[in-house]
């Protein structure tokens, strides 16, 4: 069974940094792309962020990128989302995901920029 855990949130002022993780159990963790995504209230889900299977390949929103960086560590079945220069319009439930037949999430990490 799929389960992915998301955790690292919290509050923080702007201009600060945050580093999420996302634990990942009952699939082959390296051999699937993986991805962050984040809904703010009232709003819609959005993607943030992509990582190939062995991370060599990344791609980033454009409102995140050159602030946010993704990266996993196959070897902890774990991927990571480090969040510099937040704003407060980056506050948002994040989530991590993977499509394994259909699509799985994790349970969310609140993220709070505020001052």
């Known amino acids: 069974q799929v389960q992915l855990v998301e955790s690292g949130g919290g509050l923080v002022q702007p201009g600060g940094s945050l580093r999420l993780s996302c634990a990942a159990s009952?699939?082959?963790?390296?051999?699937?792309?993986m991805r962050w995504y984040r809904q703010a209230p009232g709003k819609e889900r959005e993607w943030v962020a992509f990582?190939?299977?062995?991370?060599?390949?990344?791609t980033y929103a454009d409102s995140v990128k050159g602030r946010f960086t993704i990266s996993r560590d196959n070897a902890k079945n774990t991927m990571y989302l480090q969040m510099n220069s937040l704003k407060p319009e980056d506050t948002a439930v994040y989530y991590c995901?993977?499509?394994?037949?259909?699509?799985?999430w994790g349970q969310g990490t609140q993220v709070t920029v505020s001052s």
């Open positions: 990582i190939s299977n062995a991370g060599g390949s990344t």
């Open positions: 995901n993977v499509y394994i037949r259909g699509e799985a």
């Open positions: 009952g699939f082959t963790f390296s051999i699937y792309a």
